[in-house]
């Protein structure tokens, strides 16, 4: 299969995730500013839809930018659902900051939570109405943010693409619509 995936091939969750995908035999095609693309420039939010309308799956980890992570996997559904291509995948990474409900004042929060929401009902479309499938996967503080959480237990990288991998996995019938990963404290 061929996957699409914000994030820098070389760093971070990406990293762990495309390890795991190409040592399947996957081709993966990351979009990043160090492949030439800068989610801070809005025409690249527009822009994606045509670097990776021809792949089977994308998987949204970055682009947190005014909401932009949100604005892409729109885009992208609305593109393939148009063309009639309701067997591919949109993976959303989100964070576990989505399930809390106390006064949070950070754009951050609202960002992946409006991602969550976004993803509840496109997955459900890809259940009953045979339209593209949407995931979303919450994720809570992960090791490459020991640093500055070094009060809290991290998930390791590793681990989490293993569930990427697995969602990815699942046959072609059964679609996981969200599942969050968090560590125990």
């Not at 492949?35 to 045509?50: A, L, M, P, R, Y």
């Amino acid at each position: 299969m061929k996957i699409a995936l914000t994030g820098n091939r070389n760093k971070d969750l990406c990293k762990y995730i495309v390890n795991r995908l190409e040592a399947k035999g996957h081709e993966c095609l990351c979009l990043s500013r160090e492949t030439g693309v800068d989610f801070n420039d809005e025409s690249n939010v527009k822009g994606i839809v045509k670097k990776i309308r021809d792949c089977d799956i994308f998987i949204n980890l970055y682009a947190n930018f005014f909401f932009r992570q949100t604005l892409i996997a729109h885009n992208l559904w609305h593109h393939w659902e148009s063309k009639g291509e309701n067997n591919k995948r949109i993976i959303n990474i989100g964070s576990t900051t989505d399930n809390v409900r106390r006064g949070k004042t950070n754009r951050y929060h609202y960002e992946k939570l409006a991602l969550k929401e976004w993803s509840n009902g496109f997955s459900i479309a890809g259940v009953w109405d045979n339209k593209p499938k949407v995931t979303h996967l919450s994720i809570g503080t992960m090791q490459n943010r020991q640093e500055e959480n070094p009060e809290r237990t991290c998930l390791d990288l590793d681990q989490v693409a293993y569930y990427v991998e697995w969602i990815i996995d699942q046959p072609a019938g059964i679609n996981i619509n969200n599942l969050s990963l968090d560590p125990i404290q």
